[in-house]
């Protein structure tokens, strides 16, 4: 199955495909890199978020890569539309600080520390996060209406591809086309 997305922009969401194969792979590290420009130090973060791994029972697996071309203005992706709505997911989620979605790629063997809870994720984001940046609180998100244009561009797809109405956010160079064959 084929999903075309045409957009001036559409090579922006390429990197969300990688996002999803990595957390996939077990490594959390990936939300520090792409939230790297509000953090205080990605590295710092990037470590406590592979502790914070293995105290949830995820082990390092192979990284499938996913199937892709960027062609002009247009992203072809030769998935199911649920593994790609995954990925604008999960991508869109972090850049909102909602880092304790990474918890819900977990395997399901994996077996974690007692005491471990996804809030911890949180915790880590608010320890690392540069001020004025994400709310404080560990349960606040983001507004999608100030999010970077990747992350509105992302979430307008994700909208067309399970159907909804995706014209509440402004997105630049006006609205994707999405094909799904």
Known sequence: MTITITHPGARLLVPMLDTLA??????????????????????????????LAARA?????????????????????DEHP????????????????????????????????????PVELLDARIRHQLPDTWSGRPYASESLFLAPSSARLAHHVLTELEGGDAGRYEVPAGPAVLHVG
């Open 22 to 51: 990595d957390v996939v792979a077990g490594d959390w590290t990936t939300a520090a890199r792409v939230c790297a420009v509000r953090l205080q130090d990605p590295r710092a973060c990037a470590s406590d978020l592979d502790l």
């Open 57 to 77: 029972g995820v082990r390092p697996a192979r990284r499938q890569a996913y199937r892709y071309r960027v062609h002009y203005r247009m992203l072809l992706v």
């Open 82 to 117: 649920s593994l790609l709505a995954a990925a604008l997911d999960l991508h869109t989620k972090l850049v909102l600080g909602q880092w304790d979605t990474l918890a819900l790629v977990v395997p399901p063997d994996a077996v974690p520390t007692p005491g471990w809870r």
